[in-house]
């Protein structure tokens, strides 16, 4: 199994540019998120999803759009890039039997906005 | 709103030494209880999930216990070695294990 794959792994956007992360994770999770992590502010979580064609918001959704078409996949949208999204994104998933939600991450996708 | 809080935010210490990481969380209506490890420039690793029925979790070196009641949960690491220098995260739910709150971490340092 390769877990929770992200790609791509460093971009550099343009102010107003848009883009989208890819997350596939391929242990048959149910659920999924996605975390950005900055500096002395720890993760905050931005959208989750509950199962294909379920999702829903974060802390910080403001800026950022996800579909689930597929139990494997979990794109995160930035729509208008801005500096402030200058950040390092992280994808998640886990079970979540009954409480037993053990969350696993990918490695990561690093984004420069200027 | 959970807030999950850890202290200190750096820790440096000799090999072989014993030591406690501190995690508290403000809802004590908690689901679960995670702890990661993060090694730079990488993703969390998953070490111990304590459910709110359980106090602890056991994982080789690694002890974690969870007191609700109190708001704190702590990560004991045994004989540290150099190899177990990274930053420590807690992550707490009060929801599905998808929506964690975390901590900012404490960077562990474990010299020879």
């Known amino acids: ?114 | 709103k959970q807030e999950v809080t850890q202290i200190p935010a750096a820790l440096s210490v000799p090999e072989g030494e014993n030591l406690v990481l501190n995690c508290s969380f403000t809802d004590s209506a908690i689901y679960n209880l995670q702890w990661f490890r993060q090694d730079p420039g990488k993703g969390l690793t998953s070490l111990l999930l304590i459910q709110s029925s359980q106090r602890e979790q056991t994982s080789g070196r690694l002890n974690a216990s969870l007191d609700k009641s109190s708001g704190r949960s702590t990560l004991y690491i045994a004989a540290s070695q150099p190899g177990d220098s990274a930053t420590y995260l807690c992550g707490g739910s009060t929801g599905t294990a998808s929506k964690l709150t975390f901590g900012t971490g404490t960077r562990l340092q474990v010299t020879l």
């Open chain 1, 1 to 114: 199994n390769a877990g929770v794959t992200q790609t791509p792994k460093f971009q550099v956007l343009k102010t107003g540019q848009s883009m989208t992360l890819q997350c596939a994770q391929d242990m048959n999770h149910e659920y999924m998120s996605w975390y950005r992590q900055d500096p002395g502010m720890g993760l905050r979580l931005i959208h989750y999803s509950v199962g294909a064609g379920i999702t829903d918001q974060g802390e910080v959704p403001n800026g950022y759009n996800v579909s689930r078409s597929t139990t494997e996949d979990f794109p995160l949208r930035l729509l208008s890039a801005a500096p402030s999204q200058t950040s390092v994104y992280f994808c998640a998933s886990s079970y979540d039997g009954g409480g037993a939600g053990e969350l696993f991450f990918g490695e990561g996708s690093r984004l420069t906005v200027l």
